[in-house]
């Protein structure tokens, strides 16, 4: 785990020097493809990942470290509170991501009956899982805090697992769809570059609190960083899905690309959430198991 660590943040935070690099080379490929090459061109494959590159180890290293938000923010309490107590910050985003995810739900629920569109209803359900499962988080914080309370964490640990898998049945109804109907998302404009960005940091956020938060032993905290794993995977498919169909051309071999691509995106997106929502589950269940025994040991 912890060479794994060394890894990631290494890729994550290369240095000043390949992030500039990496910056300007991702924007001179994306300007050699669309004014000289074209979007059929392979550099246009090489220019996407270059320039996704790029944009990830911008947001995660040259911006914070330009605008330094902590050195202002720490002048304020609240935000100082934020910044230093891990269960209150973990409280306040568990709220956001719940008004947000009932957001989402709501809108593409009204989207799938006011188009008529099985797509909207898929991701409706999708968005009502998350928003189900944060719920739950959030009602329990509420009433018992983080660490107090090592079964009940568990126990909730264990169900949201439970409704990962479970949930994985919504995205793999998205995968097919984009697949079989030859469907994707659509940004308006230069709309598209914001939430790549936005898209970007939210994964690369949910990647690592998914491992920095372990160390807190708490079963819901690492439920909820679960839970924000799951929301960034089907943003990144959907941002995929924008991405290659506004830039990837209308050509039959195009449209092959598109479909694999989203297939295999899409596959591993799933296996992942399986993988999470296993590991929960199983971890969850062992733990709850040793607890028992401990228990009959100590009364026996």
């Not at 929301?231 to 694999?260: I, K, P, Y």
Request: with cysteine.
């Amino acid at each position: 785990m912890e060479k794994f660590k060394r890894v990631l943040r290494r890729m994550l935070f290369p240095g000043a020097a390949v992030t500039v690099i990496s910056a300007l080379a991702g924007a001179a490929l994306l300007t050699y493809t669309f004014l000289i090459a074209g979007e059929e061109n392979p550099v246009a494959y090489v220019a996407y990942v270059v320039s996704a590159y790029g944009l990830t180890v911008a947001c995660t290293g040259v911006v914070p470290k330009l605008i330094n938000f902590k050195s202002l923010l720490r002048k304020n309490p609240k935000a100082r509170r934020f910044m230093d107590d891990v269960p209150f910050r973990l409280n306040v985003s568990l709220h956001a991501s719940l008004a947000i995810n009932l957001l989402y739900a709501a809108v593409n629920g009204f989207s799938g009956i006011y188009y008529r569109s099985v797509w909207f209803a898929t991701l409706a359900v999708y968005y009502f899982f998350l928003s189900l499962m944060r719920f739950t988080m959030v009602r329990y914080v509420h009433r018992h805090g983080f660490g107090e309370n090592m079964e009940a964490e568990l126990r909730r640990c264990r169900a949201c697992g439970a409704m990962l898998i479970a949930m994985n049945i919504a995205m793999a109804g998205v995968v097919i769809l984009v697949i079989s109907q030859n469907r994707s998302f659509h940004y308006a404009g230069s709309l598209i570059y914001l939430m790549a960005m936005y898209t970007f940091y939210i994964t690369v956020m949910a990647i690592i609190n998914l491992v920095k938060y372990r160390r807190y032993k708490s079963p819901v905290m690492f439920a909820a960083k679960a839970v924000n794993m799951a929301a960034a995977l089907v943003s990144m498919l959907s941002l995929e899905t924008a991405m290659l169909s506004q830039f990837g051309g209308a050509a039959e071999d195009s449209e092959f690309f598109r479909r694999a691509m989203v297939a295999s995106t899409g596959g591993i997106a799933c296996i992942i959430v399986v993988a999470i929502g296993s590991y929960m589950v199983i971890r969850s269940t062992k733990r709850l198991e040793e607890m028992g025994k401990s228990d009959r040991a100590q009364r026996g």
